[in-house]
């Protein structure tokens, strides 16, 4: 069966400091890949997709980048962290019939 | 992309069915509803998904109409554990793969 794994689980940084947030999917070949940002009381918002090693689709404008060194691992990323980027961050793979499973979630606070 | 309206809150008796709506107007014919569920602080879990004809699975039943421009997700005996934000979406084409899009969800309420 196809697990997802997702790390740290909560995290807090202080604003200018680098990110790197990790996700790995087993039990899986070629994946989409997906990162969420929600922000507290809202719904998701797609941040990145990608449908294979080193495709990299962006959704939206922002502070954070996204890699796909493995087919089956994807980071998510930024250099220097704002306030802003606070949020409950989420990892996420699909296949084509049962839509998108879901990580268990990285809380960053960035203080 | 089509978009999806769901009710921003719901309260269900323990027990009863819980029955959440939602619109979906601008569809189009090869584009499916898909259910999933957010309870506080955990990632979202699939529910259920269809096409056009109704479905059923050991969590819940979804209703299509048959215009297929609104659904129902039918939790049939609700329990406290039910209590989170359910969202309604459909499947998005993006360049090369699929995007799913999430909105802000009903947030159910089962209550004793």
């Known amino acids: 069966s196809q697990t997802i794994h997702q790390w740290p689980a909560t995290l807090v940084q202080p604003v200018g400091s680098p990110l790197s947030l990790e996700c790995t999917v087993e039990?899986?070949?070629?994946?989409?890949l997906y990162w969420y940002r929600q922000a507290a009381g809202r719904g998701l918002q797609l941040l990145f997709y990608?449908?294979?090693?080193?495709?990299i689709s962006s959704e939206v404008p922002q502070n954070l980048s996204a890699s796909r060194p493995q087919d089956r691992q994807f980071i998510l990323s930024s250099k220097k962290l704002l306030l802003s980027d606070s949020g409950f961050y989420l990892c996420?793979?699909?296949?084509?019939?049962?839509?998108?499973?879901f990580g268990q979630g990285t809380r960053l606070t960035v203080v | 992309d089509a978009k999806t309206t769901q009710p921003t809150s719901m309260d269900c008796a323990e027990g009863r069915a819980a029955n959440l709506p939602c619109n979906h107007s601008?569809?189009?014919?090869?584009?499916?509803v898909y259910w999933y569920r957010q309870i506080h602080s955990q990632g979202p879990q699939y529910i259920i998904h269809?096409?056009?004809n109704n479905e059923t699975n050991e969590m819940a039943s979804l209703i299509i109409t048959e215009d297929r421009k609104s659904s129902t997700l039918i939790l049939p005996h609700a329990t406290l554990r039910d209590t989170a934000v359910y969202y309604c979406?459909?499947?998005?084409?993006?360049?090369?793969?699929?995007?799913?899009?999430f909105g802000a969800g009903t947030r159910l309420f089962v209550k004793a």
């Open positions: 996420a793979w699909s296949d084509q019939d049962r839509g998108a499973f």
């Open positions: 039990g899986t070949s070629n994946p989409n």
């Open positions: 990608s449908v294979g090693i080193g495709q």
């Open positions: 601008t569809i189009s014919g090869n584009e499916y």
């Open positions: 269809g096409l056009k």
């Open positions: 979406i459909v499947r998005v084409v993006g360049t090369g793969g699929f995007k799913t899009i």
